[in-house]
């Protein structure tokens, strides 16, 4: 399974999800180490979008295409299977502990979860610490360039 991440230049080959661990996200709270994927580009551009400033065209952004074996564990959840608060802003902390239970329990590499950003796409949270780990491996990395519309977004007079 191909899977994308958009991630800064100094981190673009790093899988550890330690950025995740230090600052904690929608599914994992601080002190939980877990990596953020995407199943399209697009969505990856999405997910990254939500977090960058208005007027800000951000810089030594990188594409990144993982592979994750085909044969590896993933629990795959629906909007069905998720918290009535879990597409909530800011993230609730009931998202914060099925990720981190992921981490904890380690039956799963990665856990497919809705996208609370673009309704009907998928987000795949990895798990560092599964022994399958060493088989998940950066197949290509190639420099993202924001489009310089970026910055103007929303303020067309809407």
Do not use: C
Request: proline share 6%.
């Amino acid at each position: 399974m191909i899977v994308y991440r958009l991630a800064k230049g100094k981190n673009r080959r790093d899988l550890s999800g330690k950025g995740a661990e230090i600052y904690g996200g929608r599914w994992n709270s601080k002190g939980t180490a877990i990596l953020y994927t995407s199943q399209s580009r697009a969505l990856a551009f999405a997910e990254v979008s939500m977090h960058i400033p208005l007027g800000i065209i951000p810089k030594d952004y990188f594409l990144v295409r993982i592979q994750i074996p085909d044969k590896a564990s993933v629990l795959k959840l629906t909007e069905e299977d998720m918290p009535a608060d879990w597409r909530s802003n800011p993230h609730s902390h009931s998202t914060q502990k099925i990720g981190d239970e992921l981490v904890r329990k380690g039956k799963f590499l990665a856990l497919r979860v809705p996208s609370a950003v673009v309704p009907g796409e998928f987000n795949y949270l990895v798990n560092p610490t599964h022994p399958m780990m060493s088989e998940v491996k950066v197949e290509k990395v190639e420099p993202f360039e924001f489009d310089s519309r970026f910055a103007g977004r929303g303020d067309k007079g809407r």
